[in-house]
């Protein structure tokens, strides 16, 4: 029996997050699509197919070598894009404190209320039941996405992601 490899599933680092948010860009124009697409759900196959790229896994493997994105299976991972904190995520330690949890939790289920209604529910209720620091990234990513791609949102989601950075960062400072 032939055993077939289970395609690569990425998620966004901090870095990633901030990268998609920030004003000015960094990556060219086929690796931020790339990103943006990464979502913690999409594999490296899907990705490619949706972007017709045929160069996906050196695509994503680069990203992931700039500390965009991350292998959530790799023992190696990196959950927060900031060196200090990386050693401690791949030894299965949580990097943030209840504090900055709870601070990132309530920046999203805020504006979630406040922009996206109803509309928002489900990953309102993802993020109230977010345990871990990989599943606050994985939520940020989402609602990010979410908030840039309403009406409401979309002219406070950069400023309210610079909040959740600063409130990532809070935690090596």
Not at 11 to 28: D, H, M, P, V, Y
Not at 46 to 53: G, H, K, T, W
Not at 87 to 115: F, T
Not at 130 to 148: F, G, L, N, P, V
Request: charged residues 20%.
């Amino acid at each position: 029996m032939i055993h077939q490899k289970t395609p690569t599933i990425y998620q966004k680092t901090a870095a990633g997050i901030a990268e998609i948010a920030a004003a000015e860009r960094k990556l060219n124009f086929r690796q931020r699509q790339a990103l943006i697409l990464v979502d913690g759900k999409r594999n490296i196959d899907e990705i490619a197919v949706f972007l017709n790229q045929h160069n996906m896994p050196e695509m994503l493997i680069a990203l992931e070598q700039l500390g965009y994105i991350y292998n959530p299976a790799s023992p190696a991972r990196q959950i927060i894009a900031y060196p200090s904190q990386a050693a401690e995520s791949a030894n299965g330690v949580s990097v943030m404190s209840e504090a900055q949890v709870q601070s990132i939790k309530d920046i999203l289920i805020h504006s979630i209320d406040q922009h996206l209604g109803i509309m928002g529910r489900s990953l309102k209720q993802k993020i109230e039941a977010a345990a871990t620091d990989e599943q606050i990234i994985a939520c940020s990513s989402q609602w990010h996405m979410a908030m840039r791609e309403s009406k409401l949102g979309r002219e406070v989601a950069g400023a309210l992601m610079e909040q959740v950075q600063q409130t990532l960062k809070a935690g090596i400072d």
